[in-house]
C-alpha cells in the first residue's frame, strides 16, 4: 500500500485533512491542496495514483482541472468531491474523464469503497496497457524475426548464385588453358582458345565489379553520406561517354532534358550507375532504330526514361528482372554478354533514393524503363 500516493485537493481545511487521515490510515501516502492552482503544482512534480479534488474552488475548479490532469497522465483516476450532487453534475464529471464522485458529507467507509475501486480500476488499466504493450512488441518481434529470416534466405540463396556465377568462366578458362598446357590444342588453334580465355576473363572482371559496386551501394545506404544531386548533368556526361558505341552500331542516341531540373537526394556516383546501365543495356540490345532518353518534372518528382526499340523482353521474364543475376530468356539466347546485375543494382539505387522503377516491353517492339525520385529542397551536403 505505501507505494500508492493519492492527492486531495479541497478548499476546506476540514475535509481535506480528514480525507488525509482516513487515508494514511489505511497505508496511502497522501498529499493536500487547498486550490487547483496548488494541486496542479504537485501534479507535474509528482506521480499520483489517484486525485480527490472539489468541483467547487476558487480559480481551476475541479472538472477543468481533470483535462489537464489526465495530459499529464491518462491513467490517473480522479474522483470528483460535491456538495451539489445532481444528475447534471454526475454526467458532466463522467464525460470529463472522472472515475466517480463524493458527495458532501461522506464518510469513512464511503470514501475507502470508492478509492479502493477507484485504485482497483487504474491497477486493472495498466494491466490492459501493459499487456497490450507485451502483445506488441511480440508483434514486432515476430515481424522482424520473420524479416531475417527473410534476409539470411536470400543472403544464402545470392550466395549460391555468386558462387555459381564465378565459378563457371574460371571452370572455362581453367579448362581451356590445360588444354593448351598438354598439348590437346593445334597451333593454329591456340589463339582462338586464348581470345575465348580472354572474353571469359572480361566477364569475370565484369561481375566482380558489378558485385563491388552492388557492395559499395549497400554501404553506402547505411550512412549519412546524400548530396545534392543534378541528374541532367550526369545524364550529359553519360551519353556523351556512350554515343561512340550508339554510332558503332548505326544507332541513334536521342537526348530530350526539360529546363530546370530540381536537384534530388543521393550520389553521383549512384546515378551515374543508373545512367550507364540502363542506356549501355538499350545499347546493346538493340540492333537497328534509336535509343531515347529524357528527363522532366512532374508535380514533385523528376522522371527519367530510357525507350529503345531492341529486342524487348518476354513478359514472363519481367517479374524477375530486376533480381540479381537474371537475364531474360532472349538475351541468354543471342549470347549477349552480361552479368545479370546491372538492372538489379538500378533498382537498390532508385529505391534507397525513395523512388521506383518501372519496365514496359514487348518482344521485338523496344523496351522502356521509367523511373522517378522524389524531389527534395534543401539538401544539405554531409561531405
Not at 42 to 66: A, F, H, Q, R, S
Not at 230 to 249: F, S, T, Y
Not at 340 to 354: A, H, P, T, Y
Amino acid at each position: 500500500m505505501s507505494s500508492v500516493k493519492i492527492l486531495v485537493i479541497d478548499d476546506e481545511t476540514g475535509i481535506r485533512e480528514g480525507t488525509k487521515r482516513a487515508l494514511n490510515a489505511q497505508g496511502y501516502e497522501v498529499d493536500t491542496a487547498e486550490n487547483g492552482e496548488q494541486g496542479l503544482e504537485l501534479i507535474k512534480n509528482n506521480c499520483y495514483d489517484l486525485i480527490l479534488l472539489d468541483v467547487m474552488m476558487p480559480g481551476i475548479t475541479g472538472i477543468e482541472l481533470i483535462e489537464k490532469i489526465h495530459q499529464i497522465d491518462p491513467e490517473t483516476v480522479c474522483i470528483i468531491i460535491t456538495g451539489y450532487a445532481t444528475v447534471e453534475m454526475a454526467v458532466r464529471a463522467i464525460k470529463e474523464g472522472a472515475y466517480d464522485f463524493l458527495t458532501k458529507p461522506f464518510t469513512v467507509d464511503d470514501l475507502l469503497i470508492v478509492v479502493n475501486q477507484g485504485l482497483e480500476r487504474r491497477r486493472l488499466s495498466l494491466e490492459a496497457k501493459r499487456l497490450q504493450d507485451i502483445e506488441q512488441q511480440a508483434k514486432k518481434l515476430a515481424e522482424e524475426k520473420a524479416r531475417l529470416e527473410e534476409l539470411d534466405r536470400a543472403k544464402m540463396q545470392f550466395i549460391r548464385l555468386v558462387t555459381h556465377e564465378l565459378q563457371a568462366p574460371i571452370a572455362a578458362i581453367y579448362t581451356y588453358l590445360r588444354l593448351i598446357l598438354e598439348d590437346y590444342v593445334p597451333e593454329e588453334k591456340k589463339k582462338e582458345i586464348l581470345e575465348k580465355c580472354m572474353r571469359r576473363a572480361e566477364e569475370q572482371m565484369a561481375m566482380i565489379s558489378d558485385l563491388l559496386e552492388l557492395g559499395r551501394i549497400q554501404t553506402l545506404s547505411s550512412e549519412n553520406t546524400r548530396e545534392k544531386v543534378q541528374l541532367d548533368e550526369i545524364l550529359r556526361e553519360v551519353v556523351d561517354n556512350l554515343r561512340p558505341q550508339a554510332e558503332a552500331k548505326g544507332l541513334e542516341l536521342r537526348i530530350h532534358i526539360a529546363e530546370k531540373i530540381p536537384p534530388i537526394c543521393g550520389k553521383s556516383d549512384w546515378f551515374r550507375s543508373v545512367w550507364q546501365n540502363l542506356i549501355s543495356n538499350a545499347i546493346k540490345y538493340t540492333m537497328r532504330g534509336y535509343v531515347e532518353v529524357s528527363l522532366r518534372v512532374v508535380d514533385r518528382e523528376v522522371i527519367g526514361e530510357v525507350k529503345d526499340t531492341g529486342i524487348g523482353i518476354p513478359q514472363e521474364d519481367q517479374p524477375r528482372l530486376f533480381q540479381e543475376f537474371y537475364r531474360a530468356s532472349n538475351a541468354k539466347s543471342l549470347a549477349i554478354p552480361g552479368t545479370g546485375l546491372g538492372l538489379s543494382i538500378v533498382k537498390r539505387i532508385i529505391e534507397l533514393s525513395g523512388g521506383r522503377i518501372l519496365v514496359q516491353s514487348q518482344p521485338e517492339q523496344g523496351t522502356t524503363f521509367r523511373f522517378t525520385l522524389p524531389i527534395i529542397d534543401n539538401v544539405a551536403s554531409s561531405e
